[in-house]
């Protein structure tokens, strides 16, 4: 008798430990975010661009991976965020994002506040890549900017710089090092340029940036 | 349900008192390490390195007493040779203080979680799951913490010998970790405190030494073990340092969370590695958690001055107690923590220090009466 009280007991607090079950969200109920970019307007409303995979299955089997580009504009990054989770059935999940791209006004204007945002946002992790986009090409369509080699932009950016290339004539540059290098003494830091011709991505070169703004490149 | 010493008829061993004496501190010391309230935190691995320096002294004070008198059992001496009233206003204010410390892991656990884990859980869902469990696990008593914590601490030393290799990569930088030593003194008076009471987890070892095997001697064991423990924060303020800077560490919650964050990964299943460590480190809270219920409830069982029967009763009332104080208090982020480090310094230190000062002084009860 005594055996089954304790198996019974067990049981309950097994099933009242399952405290992650509000938090738990099926992969399907989830959009994962794989790149970023944020601009802002010449009336001074930021765009966000979310890159979104998305699974298309072809014949019986499913198909290479392609994505979408999801573009809206608020007064504050959170309110164009929240914009284009209202376009989506699902949840914005950043856990996977992997770089976050800062247009050329953005940049000049002074990125300190957004980046502060993104580093305090617990699920998103500090080691994601950050890249300045020239004014060559707007951040959103850079983008959106399919190339012939890597499918997602922001996987080409992750590879291009997990590759290590020692030819090439910038570095890369996570989250938790520009805020480093950008609160010590100096108040400057590094981040690299990219631009696109509508056919290829080209990365090269780094910005500067004295206390959060872009001075040159 | 066999929880207390009496019960036990071997003691624990020194392995036991050495991951005791670790696994008590450990948890609420290193997860804010080296925040402390946007005090100062240029210089806290020098400070860390200082602030153990008491505590050395307190373990060296406590064998001194039970060596001079002959038992481990500290709150039992101060029983039989203080009046009866310091004695109970003592205990009162240990079993406060005790509850206090809860509340605060519990509060610390919470905020962790609900940050890093499971933002859409509710408080009261995640506080009241942690209790429970803990709670619960200190029915097994004593002896079955003991072996949980040796085996739940080889999940520590995995942690923290990972978070070692970030010495030897290109994030790590010395030249952020250099002393600095600011000239406010209160600023600096406050940031110490903190530092000092970072060990406070070992005042626990007071209801545990009289659960220790006879033959063992309890000097080694602990002061190995507070070394262990210095060394652990001495690594984990200059890493933190090292690689994120003050500025910015100073504006994280949880700087051992966000370094582990920081950790390089492998892509596919492997890739937020982070979220891993960070169960281990909640693990490291149930540890704690474990220790610290305990010590309450054997502090409880102190205060009464009947005989309860059922361990179990005092464990679930102190239990209760936590879960009520952590439901009806606002959240860690709104609560003073001078008022807690102050008050960790006086009932892990000045009061044990005073209290072994002054049983050093009496006579021993045997050695009076052959005297006589």
Redesign the interface.
């Given at each position: 008798m005594m055996k089954l009280w304790k198996w019974l007991f067990f049981f309950t607090l097994l099933t009242a430990a399952a405290g992650c079950q509000l938090d738990s969200r099926e992969i399907d109920h989830r959009t994962m975010v794989l790149g970023m970019a944020i601009d802002k307007t010449e009336e001074g409303e930021f765009i966000v661009t979310v890159q979104v995979p998305v699974i298309v299955p072809t014949e019986g089997q499913l198909g290479p991976s392609e994505f979408e580009t999801l573009t809206q504009t608020g007064a504050t990054v959170w309110e164009a965020i929240s914009n284009i989770e209202a376009m989506t059935p699902t949840v914005l999940f950043f856990g996977h994002l992997k770089t976050v791209m800062f247009g050329e006004t953005l940049a000049r204007e002074g990125i300190g506040q957004v980046l502060d945002m993104l580093d305090r946002r617990a699920p998103l992790a500090n080691q994601v890549l950050l890249l300045i986009i020239r004014n060559r090409i707007e951040a959103d369509k850079f983008l959106s900017q399919e190339s012939p080699l890597v499918n997602l932009p922001a996987l080409y950016i992750e590879r291009f710089f997990k590759a290590d290339q020692k030819l090439s004539r910038s570095t890369d540059v996570k989250l938790f090092q520009y805020r480093r290098d950008s609160n010590l003494k100096g108040n400057a830091g590094l981040i690299p340029l990219a631009y696109s011709d509508r056919e290829n991505i080209f990365i090269e070169d780094m910005a500067v940036f004295i206390k959060e703004s872009l001075l040159a490149n | 349900m066999k929880i207390y010493a009496e019960q036990i008829k071997k003691g624990i061993g020194s392995a036991g008192l050495f991951t005791f004496t670790y696994c008590s501190t450990i948890p609420i010391g290193t997860v804010f390490l080296p925040y402390v309230s946007a005090a100062e935190i240029r210089s806290a691995w020098l400070k860390v390195v200082v602030a153990v320096i008491p505590y050395f002294l307190f373990i060296y004070l406590l064998k001194k007493t039970t060596d001079k008198h002959g038992t481990r059992d500290v709150f039992q001496l101060l029983k039989s040779m203080a009046p009866s009233w310091i004695y109970y206003i003592v205990l009162v204010y240990f079993f406060c203080s005790a509850l206090y410390t809860c509340l605060f892991g519990t509060k610390s656990l919470v905020i962790i979680v609900q940050?890093?884990?499971?933002?859409?859980?509710?408080q009261h869902?995640?506080m009241?799951?942690y209790l429970?469990?803990a709670g619960?696990s200190v029915f097994y008593g004593i002896k079955a913490i003991s072996r949980m914590i040796i085996v739940m601490f080889l999940h520590d030393i995995i942690l923290i010998a990972s978070l070692a290799l970030f010495f030897f990569s290109e994030?790590f930088r010395w030249l952020?970790v250099r002393p600095v030593f600011d000239f406010q003194l209160l600023t600096f008076m406050e940031s110490s405190i903190s530092e000092v009471s970072r060990y406070g987890g070992v005042v626990a070892l007071l209801a545990f030494l009289p659960y220790v095997d006879k033959n063992v001697k309890i000097i080694n064991p602990m002061a190995t073990s507070l070394f262990v423990i210095m060394v652990t924060y001495l690594m984990v303020s200059l890493l933190v340092l090292g690689?994120?800077?003050f500025?910015?560490a100073i504006?994280l919650l949880s700087p051992i969370t966000?370094l582990m964050?920081?950790a390089?990964s492998a892509t596919g299943l492997f890739?937020?590695l982070?979220l891993f460590f960070l169960t281990v480190w909640v693990m490291s809270f149930y540890k704690s958690a474990l220790i610290f219920i305990w010590f309450t409830s054997s502090l409880l069982k102190k205060l009464i001055p009947f005989r309860i029967k059922r361990d179990w009763i005092l464990v679930s009332v102190v239990t209760g107690m936590i879960i009520l104080l952590s439901l009806f208090t606002p959240a860690i982020t709104n609560m003073g923590w001078e008022p807690y480090n102050i008050n960790n310094l006086v009932y892990t230190l000045v009061l044990p220090m005073g209290i072994f000062c002054y049983l050093l002084v009496r006579k021993n009860k045997g050695q009076g009466a052959s005297d006589s």
């Open positions: - | 940050t890093y884990l499971m933002q859409a859980t509710e869902v995640i009241l799951t429970a469990i619960i994030d952020f690689v994120f800077g500025d910015q504006t966000a964050q920081t390089t890739e937020r982070d």
